[in-house]
């Protein structure tokens, strides 16, 4: 590494103050464009002798005032960055020096970073002026946006407020520069008076080069979507989209592009596409989702719940407000969101508890699937779209996502579920039951909450929660499990779970500890007359008889005390002989 530190690249806010000042144009390179020059190929573009030497000319030129050639900033004080970037650059360095030694003798270079200023960096303190900075050089301007057909740049987040007006040119996703000569010509044929900004990995390179030598700027802005995304969720590791396309996510595997009216009428032509066999109107007529939200006494988080559900990237739904005799003001701030959409509806009842309010609201859905969300808690932007996905694209009749805990108190996250740990698995019924006893991503939790899943409706037929108890979703949920055929479940944290201390006390818990009992029994029983193997179940029942022991002499239940203490002595000393 320290052979290469002659090579001199400007920070990342001193490169865009460079843009903005000269008006310049920017070709951007990194590891991708290197291997390519080298003679490989790159998950998203194959070699191509011609784009290969093409990149080279570029990468060769030095930059002059109207036109910038960035490099990584990372051939000096690489602690900046994090052990993972650090090692993926050492790595690299090791590999490709005698490249960087050969070819990169310019006096300086911009910095490629200019779209990556989050997530690889060690301190994010100057993120947000470097997206301010950069978002600056396109405020009031027309733009022509040039992009993969997975990208959809700024869709469902505001990197683009405040531009005069959008058009987008959408190319493939893979191998663009198979179709160079006809995306040049449709830029061209739309380029005059507008900023250019193209996110088409290699080929933009040469792109920005020939639009501005027929005097165009054009910037090459690849990956800025993918960061600003990870800015605005305050991400501390790269997160998939799964509404569009990730950055380093390079397969684009499992999307599900989402309908948005505004992305359709900005793209004024497809590039090298075959045409799309589902029209957008079609799209919008997909399957509607129920989403039932009993309120009570939650003014202080209904805002966050009601805001996260309308930032949804699926968009077929309908919300049913609940408001159980709420005290606080909750109520005014259902009626203040049924006016902000017509997709909201409301209905209030005395104060009964929230099973009554979400069989109530099960009564009053009308779509096809139907999930819920406690109006404390709040969703990811795709809760809805990948449970949707899971259900539909695996023939499953329920699907299930993880969730992540939010301190109230702390205002800070419990626990995380990362990048590494993704997976996505169907179930049979027996499958799933099976996990209710796995410490492992929050199974055991998972299981029992009537959040975090989406259910075809037609399983709540003849189902509904008890009324006048706690752990309404211990007895209900697994019930819906025993009618479906097939369980799907995610392993991402899309909805978040608030801990706070109005939350139900240990105390009240203990004092339900009967109840806790009845649940499992009954359960063991519908288990046993349908012929599921009960094995682990009898192992979970003994667990909970010994919790729940304690419990009772905690809270001075004696009499419960010596009924558990009497089922245990049979289950220990008292089995069956074979």
């Known amino acids: 590494m320290s052979d290469l530190g002659f090579i001199q690249v400007r920070p ?70 994090n052990s993972n970037a650090q090692l993926f650059w050492q790595q690299h360095f090791a590999r490709y020096q005698a490249f960087y030694q050969e070819h990169c003798r310019s006096p300086w270079y911009g910095s490629t970073f200019i779209s990556r200023p989050y997530i690889d960096l060690v301190d994010k303190g100057q993120a947000a002026v470097s997206f301010q900075a950069l978002k600056a050089l396109w405020q009031g301007r027309d733009i022509l946006l040039v992009e993969g057909e997975t990208s959809r740049s700024g869709v469902g987040n505001d990197l683009f407020a405040g531009v005069g007006s959008l058009e987008r040119l959408v190319c493939p996703s893979r191998n663009a520069f198979a179709h160079y000569d006809a995306i040049l010509e449709a830029v061209r044929s739309r380029a005059e008076d507008r900023l250019i900004l193209v996110m088409l990995g290699p080929t933009a390179k040469v792109l920005v080069r020939d639009l501005h030598a027929a005097g165009y700027q054009a910037l090459d802005l690849g990956h800025i979507d993918s960061e600003y995304e990870w800015f605005q969720m305050g991400a501390t590791h790269k997160v998939k989209l799964e509404h569009k396309h990730t950055a380093e996510f390079n397969y684009d595997e499992g999307l599900r592009l989402a309908a948005d009216r505004d992305y359709e009428r900005q793209v004024v032509a497809r590039i090298g596409l075959e045409e799309e066999e589902v ?56 009626q203040d969101y049924v006016t902000k959409d017509s997709r909201i509806r409301l209905v209030h009842q005395e104060n009964q508890g929230p099973s009554a309010a979400r069989n109530l609201g099960l009564q009053l859905a009308q779509g096809e699937y139907v999930t819920f969300v406690d109006a404390d808690d709040f969703l990811e932007a795709t809760y809805l779209e990948v449970l949707y996905r899971g259900l539909v694209g695996n023939d499953a009749d329920i699907s299930i996502c993880n969730f992540t805990s939010f301190n109230e108190e702390r205002q800070s996250f419990l626990f995380s579920i990362t990048q590494e740990m993704f997976f996505e698995q169907t179930y049979s019924v027996q499958e799933w039951l099976q996990k209710e006893s796995s410490g492992a991503n929050n199974f055991h939790l998972v299981f029992t909450f009537s959040p975090m ?99 009772a002499l905690q809270s001075g239940q004696i009499e419960l005390y010596q009924q558990i203490a009497s089922k245990l002595d049979l289950l220990q000393h008292h089995r069956k002989e074979d």
């Open 453 to 551: 899943k989406l259910f075809k409706r037609s399983l709540w037929e003849g189902i509904a929660y008890p009324l006048g108890r706690l752990r309404e979703d211990d007895a209900t949920i697994y019930k819906l499990y025993l009618k479906a055929k097939r369980i799907h479940f995610s392993n991402q944290p899309l909805y978040y779970y608030s801990q706070s201390p109005a939350g139900l006390s240990r105390n009240q818990m203990q004092a339900d500890t009967a109840s806790m009992i009845a649940i499992a029994e009954e359960r063991l029983a519908l288990l046993v007359a349908l012929g599921y193997d009960v094995t682990e179940h009898l192992e979970s029942y003994h667990k909970r008889l010994e919790k729940c022991q304690v419990d």
């Open 12 to 81: 990342i806010l001193e490169s865009l103050a460079y843009i903005q000042e000269q008006g310049a144009s920017v070709a951007r390179f990194g590891d991708g464009e290197v291997e390519l020059m080298m003679g490989s190929s790159i998950p998203y573009q194959d070699y191509d002798p011609a784009l290969a030497q093409a990149l080279l000319e570029i990468l060769e030129t030095p930059s002059r005032a109207d036109f910038l050639v960035g490099l990584p900033d990372v051939f000096q004080k690489l602690e900046r960055y």
């Open 279 to 334: 029209t957008f109107e079609e799209k919008e007529n997909s399957d509607l989702i129920s989403i039932v939200v009993p309120v009570y006494n939650v003014s202080g988080y209904l805002r966050r719940c009601l805001d996260s559900i309308l930032k949804q990237t699926y968009g077929q739904f309908e919300v049913i407000l609940v408001n159980d005799g709420s005290t606080d003001g909750s109520g005014l701030i259902c």
